[in-house]
């Protein structure tokens, strides 16, 4: 979607969008291999896919929201850096219309009450289109997540 953006057949597009199953995702620049037990994924037929964007592991399934926004352009945005934090901005204004009162924080990270409940990527493409996407964890399962993950003890 974001190559048809950046090629110009297609208007801007928002997506929000669910998983029905489960599925394991690693960001762009990491080893499969070394986020995720892939014994496990397999038991549970856990399919494991790679996002265009970079950041860390993460599960998505019909309990996690996936918001996806695909630009042409950087829109006067003079870096990658700047225009995801204006796209978290606009995340956090949306979500206390629900109450919840979200921040930008770090590199990438929507948090409540020093909580983390989203992650955010950006991704360009050669034909000029730019993906910003967040994960939402609506209702994260834990157990399942530290069993399908390889997190790190702290």
Request: one cysteine or more.
């Amino acid at each position: 979607m974001a190559m048809r953006v950046g090629e110009k057949l297609s208007s801007p597009i928002l997506r929000l969008y669910t998983y029905r199953s489960c599925s394991a995702l690693v960001g762009r620049f990491q080893r499969i291999e070394n986020e995720l037990n892939l014994d496990f994924c397999r038991e549970q037929k856990m399919s494991v896919n790679r996002r265009p964007t970079g950041g860390g592991a993460i599960l998505m399934g019909e309990d996690q929201l996936g918001v996806a926004l695909m630009l042409r352009d950087w829109n006067g945005y003079k870096a990658p850096r700047e225009l995801m934090r204006h796209f978290a901005s606009a995340l956090c204004k949306g979500l206390l219309i629900f109450g919840i009162k979200a921040q930008f924080r770090g590199k990438n990270d929507l948090e409540v009450e020093g909580r983390k409940i989203g992650g955010l990527g950006i991704h360009s493409n050669a034909s000029g289109g730019y993906l910003l996407h967040c994960s939402l964890l609506v209702d994260l399962d834990v157990p399942l997540m530290l069993r399908a993950l390889n997190v790190p003890v702290e």
